[in-house]
């Protein structure tokens, strides 16, 4: 089963600081990794997406990728309170189907 | 910015009723995808299609739930007699040509189903 976990939180972090969100996933296959972020309510809205093992910037909002570790992190620098949502980790293989996180919940605090 | 829209925005049915959940693509994508949403659950996989025909489905899609791309530009999700555990957040995806590496799946806003 190709799993994707990730801590549940809250996860709470000042206005300004770096939030830092973690995910691991059990299918050594996974070439394709995405973190979307999704509002009460709302559907997924892609952030990035990481294909090679390393660091990718956009923004504020930087992907790393440790393929040999099956691990995937979001870090978030000068958080802001419109970054509290919850944040969907994924793996895709090929052109099948996302398999999702249950997501970990942001909330910043002013 | 394209973008998958997905009608209605809530639906109301009752129990062992037939419904349909619409879904208008990005126009130059050729995969699109179902997922759906229990309250306060994972986004789960339902189905993929592609070259109007499925290319995979979950245990969830049993012969209750159809997909049809009828026309150039629609895609829909049919559910043919509503159970109470349909209820659920259903979510349309699409994505471009897939490559070497899987393009993202772009999300329509969902459609609310409520089942009575």
């Given amino acids: 089963q190709k799993e994707v976990e990730q801590n549940s939180g809250p996860l709470s972090v000042p206005e300004g600081a770096i939030a830092s969100l973690n995910c691991t996933y059990s299918d050594r296959g996974s070439q394709s990794f995405f973190w979307y972020r999704q509002y009460s309510g709302k559907s997924p809205e892609l952030i990035m997406s990481i294909y090679s093992n390393g660091d990718k910037e956009d923004g504020r909002f930087t992907a790393q990728l440790n393929k040999a570790s099956q691990y995937v992190s979001l870090l978030i620098r000068d958080s802001q309170p419109s970054d509290s949502a919850t944040y969907l980790c994924a793996h895709q293989w090929g052109a099948s189907k996302i398999i999702f996180g249950s997501g970990t919940r942001l909330s910043i605090r002013p | ?116």
């Fill in chain 2, 1 to 116: 910015e394209p973008e998958v829209t997905q009608t209605p925005s809530h639906q109301v049915t009752q129990m062992g009723q037939e419904v349909i959940l619409r879904c208008v693509p990005i126009s130059n994508h050729l995969y699109f995808y179902w997922y759906r949403q229990i309250l306060g659950q994972k986004v789960e996989f339902l189905v993929s299609f592609y070259n109007n025909e499925i290319s995979e489905k979950s245990e969830i899609f049993d012969d209750q739930f159809s997909v049809e791309r009828p026309d150039g530009s629609n895609f829909t999700l049919k559910i043919r007699s509503t159970k109470l555990e349909d209820s659920a957040m259903y979510f349309c995806a699409s994505s471009a040509e897939q490559g070497t590496r899987a393009q993202p799946q772009h999300f329509g806003d969902g459609t609310r189903l409520s089942i009575l």
